[in-house]
């Protein structure tokens, strides 16, 4: 079957740079964060769209958007695939958003072929996979497979001390006629279309990534406590300097941590000193730790020494370390990443096998479901700024790709296990 019967590359191309505008920022990049005014919007026009197709929307209490092509068998485990809408507060226009309209795009083209799937076919945007406004991310598909607590997700705040309790409660009376699925359901299958966000399949003139795995990661919240002090009177040697202690240990999780092999992320991503001012020594740091390895023993190894070295170089000051996520590496499902690769192949599209460094929502459906994922090249391999960019024949020749083994699963008598 050609890829121009799959989907319509066009419809899919201008609906993909409308949902753009929403959160546009004066750089050609998008700040549509989760929850947000901005989501909402482009829930309200997916949606619209969705609907115009003869799909059916609904969402659950983790604010999950679905949109059901309905099947010949409502009883039978739905295909899933998707990705999410949210973006980071500097982000671009593929990440995340290229996942749900290619989804979007192979179920439309389904249904206007006329041939109703064995089961149904749910598109899904997962809530707040990005993690920028509410820390940590991939809550929705974390609540979905029941690996975090609804509770827990609730209570977390963002900057100006919004819960996403509270955000939640303002998605859902945006759209007070949209139904309510139970949290988490059975799923005979899950696929996720992403840019790489990676320089890999650019450098391999690449159009697709067959997607082996995701590799580990953790974090975590660190918080050191000091005590205030004129910065003129107070001498060095009775001094509690909390961004001190910040320093020296931040210096030893580098040199430690950050040079175990060639293959270890190690990041400290946002740092904030209290009280922050010219002349007063720091009673109070916190600051953030991204650690990420393939090999989950190197990775679990070096995560029991970020707190033993935050412990070392605390003193005079005290600090206290916080676990946030512990996602370990994961492999995606053989038979799915099989049909992948030969639907590149019959669609004449160069693939490759690739593993995934950055984490993605196929993580934990992975752990409920026979899942899998499929890359395209992101320019420059950039990715989380405003101008990342993706070649619309490429974003085609993706959507294309998953069009077909939706096909193939949506019209199979059983699912890959």
Same mark, same amino acid.
């Given at each position: 079957m050609?890829?121009s019967?799959l989907i319509?590359?066009? /419809?899919?191309?201008?609906r993909?740079?409308a949902l753009?505008?929403?959160?546009?920022?004066?750089?050609?990049?998008?700040?549509?964060?989760?929850?947000?005014?901005?989501e909402?919007?482009?829930w309200? /026009?997916? %949606?619209?769209?969705?609907?115009?197709?003869?799909?059916?929307p609904?969402t659950?209490a983790a604010?999950n958007?679905f949109l059901?092509?309905a099947?010949?068998d409502r009883a039978?485990?739905?295909?899933?695939?998707?990705s999410h809408?949210d973006?980071?507060?500097?982000?671009?226009? $593929?990440?995340g958003?290229a996942?749900?309209?290619?989804a979007?795009?192979?179920? !439309?083209?389904?249904?206007?072929?006329?041939d109703r799937?064995? *089961?149904d076919v749910i598109?899904?945007?997962w809530m707040?996979e #990005?993690?920028s406004?509410?820390?940590?991310g991939?809550?929705?598909s974390?609540?979905?497979t029941g690996e975090?607590?609804m509770?827990a997700?609730r209570?977390?705040?963002?900057?100006?001390?919004?819960s996403v309790?509270?955000?939640l409660?303002?998605l859902h009376?945006a759209f007070?006629?949209?139904? =309510? /699925?139970?949290l988490?359901?059975a799923?005979g299958a899950?696929?996720?279309l992403h840019?790489?966000q990676?320089?890999?399949l650019?450098?391999?003139?690449?159009t697709i990534?067959?997607v082996?795995?995701i590799?580990g990661?953790?974090? $975590?919240?660190?918080?050191v406590e000091?005590?205030?002090g004129?910065?003129?009177t107070?001498?060095?040697?009775? *001094?509690?300097?909390?961004l001190a202690a910040f @320093?020296?240990?931040?210096?030893?999780?580098h @040199?430690e941590?950050?040079?175990?092999d060639?293959?270890?992320?190690?990041? %400290?991503?946002?740092?904030?000193v209290t009280?922050?001012?010219?002349?007063?020594v720091?009673? /109070? +740091?916190?600051f953030? %730790?991204d650690?990420?390895?393939?090999?989950?023993? +190197?990775?679990n190894?070096?995560?029991v *020494?970020i707190?033993?070295l935050?412990h070392e170089n605390?003193?005079?000051?005290t &600090?206290?370390?916080t676990?946030l996520?512990d996602a370990?590496?994961n492999?995606f499902d053989?038979?799915?990443r099989?049909?992948?690769?030969?639907?590149?192949r019959e669609q004449?599209h160069p693939?490759m096998?690739?593993?995934?460094a950055?984490?993605h929502?196929?993580? =934990?459906?992975?752990k409920?479901c026979?899942?899998?994922?499929?890359?395209?090249?992101c320019r420059?391999g @950039?990715? =989380?700024?405003e101008h #990342?960019?993706?070649?619309?024949?490429?974003?085609?020749?993706?959507?294309? !790709?998953?069009?077909? &083994?939706?096909?193939?699963l949506a019209f199979a008598?059983? %699912?890959a296990?």
């Amino acid at each position: 079957m050609g890829s121009s019967t799959l989907i319509n590359a066009d /419809r899919l191309w201008t609906r993909l740079m409308a949902l753009a505008e929403i959160g546009a920022t004066p750089a050609g990049g998008v700040n549509r964060q989760a929850l947000s005014d901005g989501e909402i919007a482009a829930w309200r /026009r997916v %949606i619209g769209w969705a609907c115009e197709a003869g799909l059916t929307p609904s969402t659950d209490a983790a604010g999950n958007l679905f949109l059901a092509l309905a099947g010949r068998d409502r009883a039978a485990p739905p295909l899933l695939l998707g990705s999410h809408l949210d973006s980071q507060p500097t982000g671009g226009k $593929f990440d995340g958003a290229a996942g749900v309209m290619a989804a979007l795009e192979a179920a !439309v083209s389904l249904a206007e072929q006329g041939d109703r799937p064995a *089961r149904d076919v749910i598109i899904v945007a997962w809530m707040n996979e #990005e993690g920028s406004r509410f820390a940590p991310g991939m809550m929705g598909s974390e609540a979905f497979t029941g690996e975090r607590d609804m509770d827990a997700i609730r209570a977390a705040r963002d900057a100006d001390g919004i819960s996403v309790g509270e955000a939640l409660a303002s998605l859902h009376q945006a759209f007070p006629d949209l139904p =309510h /699925r139970p949290l988490g359901f059975a799923a005979g299958a899950y696929l996720e279309l992403h840019i790489e966000q990676g320089p890999l399949l650019e450098a391999a003139a690449c159009t697709i990534g067959v997607v082996t795995g995701i590799q580990g990661k953790k974090t $975590f919240q660190v918080v050191v406590e000091g005590a205030e002090g004129h910065a003129g009177t107070l001498a060095q040697q009775e *001094r509690r300097d909390a961004l001190a202690a910040f @320093a020296r240990m931040a210096t030893a999780l580098h @040199a430690e941590i950050g040079t175990v092999d060639a293959d270890i992320k190690f990041t %400290i991503g946002r740092v904030t000193v209290t009280p922050n001012a010219p002349s007063v020594v720091p009673s /109070r +740091v916190s600051f953030s %730790i991204d650690l990420r390895h393939p090999d989950n023993a +190197v990775l679990n190894a070096a995560g029991v *020494r970020i707190a033993a070295l935050c412990h070392e170089n605390a003193a005079p000051c005290t &600090v206290t370390v916080t676990p946030l996520v512990d996602a370990p590496s994961n492999a995606f499902d053989a038979r799915l990443r099989a049909s992948i690769a030969e639907a590149a192949r019959e669609q004449g599209h160069p693939a490759m096998a690739i593993l995934s460094a950055a984490g993605h929502d196929a993580r =934990h459906l992975a752990k409920v479901c026979p899942a899998a994922m499929i890359f395209i090249p992101c320019r420059d391999g @950039a990715s =989380h700024v405003e101008h #990342e960019w993706a070649e619309p024949n490429h974003v085609a020749a993706g959507a294309s !790709v998953l069009a077909q &083994v939706l096909r193939e699963l949506a019209f199979a008598p059983c %699912i890959a296990a």
